[in-house]
């Protein structure tokens, strides 16, 4: 398969792919070369592309994608170790994002105006024992 039939299949610009090649993420047995030294990609390629963009859509970096692909091969027990890790990663994410969207939602319910300058609160919006810490 030629470049362009590989990115049309697996929805990515011509330019990643060669980064990727670049990068040593796309390993040779996926790159066959012709008489002429143009590249013909294996068949395999497209499922390899695949997992590729399913890692980075999970939140692996390039990097860590290609240091598993450079271990050439890990065990079963490194494998489940880096996908817990992964896990781990974005259940925290999921809690930090869980707790600014409560706090966007304690400072609706304060109806604080910018009136004032922003992450300034109004004299109405304060209750009267924090008017007095604030504006001694």
């Known amino acids: 398969m030629k470049i362009s039939e590989v990115a049309k299949i697996v929805d ?15 390993t040779d047995e996926y790159i066959l070369r012709e008489e002429n030294n143009y590249r013909n990609y294996d068949v395999g390629i497209i499922h390899h592309l695949g997992v590729i963009k399913n890692c980075l859509a999970v939140g692996f970096s390039i990097n860590d994608i290609k240091s598993m692909i450079t271990a050439n091969g890990i065990s079963k027990e490194e494998q489940t170790r880096i996908l817990k890790d992964k896990i781990s990663e974005i259940e925290a994410a999921q809690k930090n994002l869980e707790n600014s969207k409560q706090y ?17 609160a109004s004299q109405v919006a304060c209750p009267p024992a924090q008017r007095s810490e604030r504006h001694p």
């Open 12 to 26: 990515l610009p011509i330019s990643t792919i060669r980064y990727y090649e670049k990068m040593g993420i796309i």
């Open 104 to 120: 966007l939602y304690d400072l609706l319910e304060l109806e604080i105006t910018c009136e004032d300058g922003f992450g300034k």
